[in-house]
């Protein structure tokens, strides 16, 4: 125990080390639990009727024909659910969402009916045998359009109500109007301006698409009275606190079990309507229900990401200093809005939209639209619509840049907010924790030698036989994640806060719960790490478990980023408890006051004499053994964590492409990402979460789109169209960092797993415009795929 | 529907059991041996999150019928680690950070397995095209690539160290 301090603290695997995963052993061996491997005694199988138009009434239903099928136990419609008031439910956003069509259907592939049989390949038997009368409506696709005067009615549900969860709604088809900032002072800062540049851009609809599909094992047990329901749930206490008010069932009788998932990428955040149907078809048949949707399903029917058509403004003066900001957005939000978001927020923190940048006046306004098309919106590594804000603010720049003819790294320095500015409250309102832009910046353009690859495009632009186009792209965001403040943030009315639950067993290891829930994050590892630290004992034994609402600590779960700045929060808070009743022990043991105890890495010692100490192994022991006199026995502690304020990780990232003339396919040369996300848990592991978002956003900027055809008829949504790239397409990455912590964090850390995603795509736009700028192209909506990018080759007289 | 009844060696273990001819090989293994490492991420062939190896070559076994394994040999997942030690891919993965939520990773790995027989020192380039029919939403594939070059070294040492 004697051995030196650097081995004593490498022991530990701690903070900042690069441990391996704990989660791994089970993962490599085929031994995880994923939803879709739980095999229970009498377990049958759901399967969802989904409706192949996306605007109609529904005549009739006939299920004789599935019901006859051996094997088949029930089919189910809303008229079975109505009873029980569950043929529409509640979503995240305020709005309802029909669980089984009733009297129409409002999107192609929603929920008609589901066929439960006793194995998975009768079922789907089941599912073609049910036939379904429609009566077909015109479709509303455009957002646009859907706000014009003769618009069809979509919403019947909702006749007569000029006021939804979020203000008043104007037309039928509206949602709600959110504003943020103020109005008229940015109208006057646009008035006065010297330039000003306007822009349209749509941030096109995309898909998380987990590897894994949403599913769930639904299990009411009818002689205990209770419900055990294991789901692809990134917020099971949610869940349950949901299911609880839906179903009637007490809570403590509920049990919602997050096992092993394989990806939610917060497509898991949401209630599905065949979440619901499993539970329904479990309690009516008082046996396990298994339901796991295909891919097509998956994409067609759960919660898809964007879909945002902003209009921005930005007010300069000739040096280009911005003064003002002015955004407009039409939000697509399909036929429910289930736009996963706190309750305050119905376009989430699309008011960080200023940006890294020090810009005095600003206002944005976003209306959120209804069209015949899946529910959705906030997903997809967005940490609240983040992505589009940051998409619109360094897009609008860029615009800037171009219209000054400007360089867009300099234009970037001349606006950032300074080091020494934080915290910084922008005219939104938030209030930026720290940062050090310039600084980070410098060491970006430094490492690619930025100088150097405008030479190189120049000369390239003076070269009409060059066979490619060139393009840089540039990019500094500022993210804002750890939601949060139970004053602002709330889900369904509970308080955005997370808890962790430690208890230290007598021999010195100990067991962790935490409200959040991995999804390969990899918090098994990490959330082990910041314990390891805090209080002496190597991470090694200390066991990580989240998702069981029977045994870990009520929490909102794992979106938006939120798993560091909020459950790392409180895991500190928690190991800090533990450690404050350990260092009275010590001080009883070792017969000394707490003031002349110091703490080192494993141990409390007597100031001054290395040979008297105990480690946090002995005072656990001493806990249970013998514990000081009026002292409670055990060593264990519980922390809630209310955020006092979010987490704001920024980064600067740089990409080169070459565009072949010939056929417009987009070749990344280059990615440079640095991600400063304040003190860093596991190095590695961030840098995995940046190579799974990087390629996201590469994903995203280059070549996924979900579009629909006139008729409504959803197009690529399988694998055959949709673009997930391969190792093949994949860019190398190179990552790099700084260190700014969040002062108001307990142990400095701020979130990061979203930040390459939302970083990344702005700056492969960035890219490709850069590409013809020359050309006088300001803008090119994505996804910048060879067909797209072709057409402005062609449009922009490009010779090859 | 009939069954019919098939004889199949899976990781060395002779099974024989009646399967309906429509039962696609991954759910052979999944339900009816419980081998449930080998994952389902599509329904069109694309993600191989199903791979197996079936008599030396990888297949995605949710494009195959259980019934045309009849007398095939199948390693799955569960079948890489001998006696309790870990094969050089696996172990590969796992020190190079190679997976996050472990969803794509037994397909991963069993494609892997094959490559590395197939091409024991391959490039970067040909580690890319030979695991292209392997998708991943977690990592990047980079770090996948650097296990798969990691796993290609320490075979060939092992081989090395035979030889010697």
């Known amino acids: ?800 | 529907m009939a069954k019919k009844l098939i004889t199949v060696t899976v990781n060395g273990n002779k099974i024989e059991q009646a399967v309906e001819p429509r039962t696609l090989l991954i759910h052979f293994l999944r339900e009816n041996l419980n081998l449930t490492g080998a994952h389902i991420g599509c329904d069109t062939s694309h993600c191989g999150a199903c791979t197996v190896d079936i008599d030396g070559q990888s297949v995605k076994s949710c494009t195959h019928l259980a019934v045309q394994c009849d007398g095939s040999e199948v390693v799955t997942v569960e079948g890489l680690a001998d006696k309790g030690v870990l094969h050089a891919v696996q172990d590969a993965f796992y020190k190079e950070h190679g997976l996050q939520c472990g969803f794509c990773t037994p397909g991963m790995l069993v494609r892997a397995y094959r490559l590395l027989q197939d091409n024991v020192n391959p490039s970067e380039e040909q580690i890319r095209a030979g695991m292209a029919g392997n998708l991943c939403r977690c990592t990047g594939y980079q770090n996948i690539v650097k296990a798969v070059r990691h796993a290609a070294k320490t075979l060939q040492t092992a081989k090395q160290a035979v030889a010697a």
Not at chain 1, 61 to 67: D, G, H, T
Not at chain 1, 261 to 269: P, S, T
Not at chain 1, 398 to 407: G, I, P, R, S, T
Not at chain 1, 557 to 568: D, I, N
């Open chain 1, 1 to 800: 125990m004697n051995s030196p301090l650097n081995d004593r603290k490498a022991a530990l695997m701690g903070m900042g080390d690069s441990r391996l995963r704990k989660e791994d052993a089970r993962f490599i061996q085929g031994k995880g639990n994923y939803v879709d491997d739980i095999k229970m005694p009498d377990m049958v199988y759901m399967d969802i009727v989904r409706s192949p138009v996306a605007h109609a009434r529904i005549k009739k239903i006939n299920k004789e024909a599935a019901l006859a099928i051996p094997g088949v136990l029930a089919v189910l419609t809303a008229d079975d659910l109505k009873p029980l008031k569950l043929h529409w439910m509640p979503t995240l956003a305020g709005d309802v969402q029909a669980v089984l069509a009733d009297e129409k259907v409002h999107f192609q592939m929603q929920e008609v009916a589901v066929v439960i049989a006793t194995e998975r390949y009768i079922a789907a038997d089941g599912v073609e045998a049910v036939s379904v009368e429609y009566e077909e409506l015109t479709a509303v696709i455009d957002p646009f359009k859907a706000l014009e005067k003769g618009a069809p009615v979509l919403r019947e549900d909702l006749a007569g109500k000029t006021e939804g969860a979020h203000g008043k709604r104007y037309h039928h088809n509206h949602i709600f109007t959110w504003e943020a900032g103020d109005k008229a002072k940015a109208d006057v800062a646009f008035s006065a301006a010297e330039v000003t540049v306007k822009q349209d851009m749509f941030y096109p609809r995309v898909h998380p698409c987990p590897l894994e599909t949403c599913g769930c094992v639904a299990s009411f047990d009818p002689v205990r009275g209770e419900l055990t329901t294991f789901m692809t749930s990134q917020a099971p206490h949610v869940v349950r606190t949901v299911v609880s008010l839906l179903s009637g069932i007490a809570e403590s009788k509920i049990r919602i079990v997050s096992p092993d998932i394989g990806g939610g990428f917060g497509n898991k955040v949401p209630v599905y309507p065949g979440y619901v149907c499993a539970i329904v078809a479990s309690i009516v048949l008082g046996r396990p229900v298994k339901w796991i949707e295909d891919r097509v399903e998956n994409i067609s029917s759960t919660g898809f990401a964007r879909d945002y058509h902003m209009t921005g403004e930005l007010a300069a003066t000739k040096a280009g200093k911005i003064t003002g900001l002015r955004v407009n957005v039409i939000a697509d939000h399909g036929a429910f809005d289930s736009c996963a978001d706190p309750t305050k927020f119905p376009a989430g923190m699309f008011h960080i939209v200023s940006g890294s940048y020090d810009i005095p006046a600003a206002y944005c306004r976003v209306d959120g639209v209804y069209t015949n098309k899946a529910p959705g919106g906030v997903a997809y590594r967005c940490s609240f619509r983040v992505t589009e804000a940051v998409y619109l603010i360094e897009r609008m720049v860029d615009v800037l840049a171009q219209d000054l003819k400007m360089d867009k790294a300099e234009i970037r320095s001349k606006n950032f907010i300074r080091k020494e500015q934080f915290p910084y409250t922008s005219a939104f309102g938030f209030e930026y924790d720290s940062g050090d832009y310039q600084g980070a910046l410098d060491k970006v353009l430094n490492a690619c030698d930025y100088k150097g690859l405008r030479v190189e495009q120049a000369a390239k632009r003076a070269d009409p036989n060059s066979p490619t186009l060139m393009g840089i792209g540039l990019v500094s965001f500022t993210e804002v994640v750890g939601a949060g403040p139970s004053k602002m943030c709330d889900i369904l009315g509970v308080g955005m806060f997370d808890s962790c639950e430690i208890r230290v067993h007598p021999t010195g290891s100990a067991i962790a719960r935490m409200g959040t829930i991995s999804t390969g994050q990899a918090h098994q590892t990490t959330y082990a790490q910041i314990i390891a630290t805090e209080l002496g004992l190597p991470s090694e034994v200390i066991q990580v478990e989240e998702g069981d609402t029977s045994t870990a600590p009520y929490g909102l779960g794992t979106y938006g980023s939120r798993s560091t700045p909020v459950a790392g929060a409180a895991i500190a808070m928690a190991s800090r408890k533990i450690h404050a009743k350990a260092k009275k022990i010590a001080a009883h043991l070792l017969e000394v006051s707490e003031n002349d105890l110091e703490w080192e890495i494993d141990r409390f010692k007597v100031k001054g004499q290395d040979a008297k100490f105990k480690t946090m192994k002995d005072i656990a022991w001493a806990a249970y053994n013998k514990p000081p006199a009026g002292m409670e026995p055990g060593l264990e502690a519980v922390h809630y964590y209310d955020p006092p304020n979010f987490t704001f990780p920024f980064g600067i990232y740089l990409c080169v492409v070459d565009i072949d003339k010939a056929t417009g396919e987009t070749k990344i040369r280059r990615f440079y990402a640095l991600d400063d996300c304040g003190t860093r848990i596991n190095p590695m592991i961030i840098e995995g979460q940046i190579h799974g978002g990087l390629t996201e956003g590469f994903a995203v900027a280059m070549g996924q789109q979900l579009t629909f055809d006139a008729q409504g008829n959803i197009q690529g949504n399988t694998l055959m169209d949709y673009f997930l790239p391969t190792f093949v397409e994949t860019p190398k990455w190179e990552t790099d960092f700084t260190v700014t912590p969040s002062p108001h964090h307990p142990i400095g850390a701020k979130g990061v797993a979203e930040s390459p995603h939302v970083g990344s795509i702005p700056t492969f736009t960035s890219a490709v415009v850069d590409a013809f700028s020359h050309l006088g192209v300001a803008h090119m909506n994505m996804p910048h795929n060879a067909f797209r990018v072709w057409q402005q080759l062609q449009a922009s007289g490009v010779k090859s």
